[in-house]
Nanobody, 123 residues
Framework: QVQLGESGGDLVEPGGSLRLSCAAS????????VAWYRQAPGKQRELVAV????????DYADSVKGRYTISRDNAKNTVYLQMNNLKPEDTAVYYC????????????????WGQGTQVTVSS
């Protein structure tokens, strides 16, 4: 019933910028944690940005601090990732993740993942 739809991935040159979007659709009670992960070829999936609870300051991986900004629009059930000064090592499939409680189990938060969107940084 709950799905996350991602968009915004593209091919950009080093130093460029992108903004990724992820919107939750369906019936649910509440969204708690929102996060962005990425997985580069031959590497493990890694957490790059997270807001653990609404209103709490975001946390970032050291590799993206100062360049990435995670934000959420609670009215639209959407999370964003603004990526600036992109580097070739940022090339990866980016996945959004939300922990969501359904109407039937309002205190049982479960993780939901987006389908992934490709970000390629190359000259």
């Amino acid at each position: 019933q709950v799905q996350l739809g991602e968009s915004g991935g593209d091919l950009v040159e080093p130093g460029g910028s992108l903004r990724l979007s992820c919107a939750a659709s369906g019936s649910f009670f509440n969204i708690n944690q929102v996060a962005w992960y990425r997985q580069a070829p031959g590497k493990q999936r890694e957490l790059v940005a997270v807001i653990i609870t609404p209103g709490r300051a975001p946390d970032y991986a050291d590799s993206v601090k100062g360049r990435y900004t995670i934000s959420r629009d609670n009215a639209k059930n959407t999370v964003y990732l603004q990526m600036n000064n992109l580097k070739p090592e940022d090339t990866a499939v980016y996945y959004c993740k939300m922990t969501i409680a359904t109407m039937d189990q309002k205190f049982d938060y479960k993780p939901y993942w987006g389908q992934g969107t490709q970000v390629t940084v190359s000259s």
